[in-house]
């Protein structure tokens, strides 16, 4: 199973917006971030996303760019900002008939999670940023043995979604 972890990108301050949902600068964040894993040939058989809006916001978008039905979103606690890695793996382990899946999150959770799914009895430290995206390849889950293939910048995303 190919993992994608992304943490959601940069939301409106809580004065302006109640909710927190993702400001100008975070929607094209995430667009850009979106149009870059289209490029890259990724796609997705499941999304999962924190109930809060700017994580449904984030993979609505990213949803929209790869081409992924947005009612097929699957919101869900499992992912949000702190729940432990353990209950998210063990939500993860309901998809494990798909290849790919993405987690439109929050810190610190994406963040565990990769940890999680890389070390046993030490933690990974993978410097997430809002808007950019790791991919984990796992045998099976749980796991502690997965495999980094990469992590994406905001910034490179960037890059690669400009390139014609």
């Not at 039905?69 to 998809?95: D, G, N, R, S």
Request: aromatic letters at 4%; charged letters at 25%.
């Amino acid at each position: 199973m190919e993992i994608y972890l992304m943490q959601h990108g940069p939301a409106l301050p809580r004065k302006k917006d109640p909710d927190e949902g993702l400001s100008p600068d975070g929607e094209a964040r995430i667009h850009a971030s979106g149009k870059a894993l289209k490029k890259m040939g990724v796609g997705f058989d499941v999304i999962l996303s924190s109930p809060k809006k700017r994580s449904r916001q984030t993979a609505a978008i990213v949803a929209e760019e790869v081409g992924f039905a947005p009612e097929k979103i699957i919101e869900t606690e499992k992912v949000k900002a702190m729940t432990p890695p353990e209950e998210t793996i063990k939500a993860l382990t309901e998809y494990a008939g798909n290849k790919r899946v993405l987690i439109a999150g929050h810190l610190p959770s994406v963040a565990e999670v990769a940890s999680f799914l890389l070390t046993e009895g030490s933690k990974a430290i993978v410097g997430f940023e809002m808007g950019g995206c790791c991919r984990i390849d796992v045998e099976d889950l749980p796991t502690h043995s997965g495999h980094l293939r990469w992590y994406l910048t905001p910034e490179q995303l960037e890059l690669i979604a400009s390139r014609t």
